[in-house]
């Protein structure tokens, strides 16, 4: 909690605030789900790869995946949400 109160209070939240609003919407919930597959897939099938190839190929995943639901995203989201879910599994 008081994590959370030092964030809301803080630079950061300013600064982070416009992302989050942008996953906290329909085709930012379909980016999440996207973005957690893509990056599991890539890390199971190319763990000789350097970051950058994952993430290139994972970017693919993301925009085909999307693609097929008919939702357009910008790549700098495309691109947030694949860290996030690299940094998420980090932590387990």
Request: proline share 2%; hydrophobic share 55%; charged share 15%.
């Amino acid at each position: 909690m008081v994590t959370l109160m030092k964030l809301w209070a803080s630079a950061v939240w300013a600064f982070i605030l416009p992302m989050i609003r942008s996953f906290l919407t329909k085709e930012g919930a379909v980016l999440i789900v996207a973005a957690k597959d893509a990056v599991k897939s890539v890390t199971e099938t190319m763990p000789g790869a350097t970051g950058a190839e994952k993430r290139s190929a994972a970017m693919k995943i993301i925009i085909s995946a999307l693609a097929a639901q008919g939702v357009t995203i910008a790549s700098s989201l495309i691109f947030a949400a694949i860290e996030t879910a690299v940094q998420g599994n980090k932590d387990k």
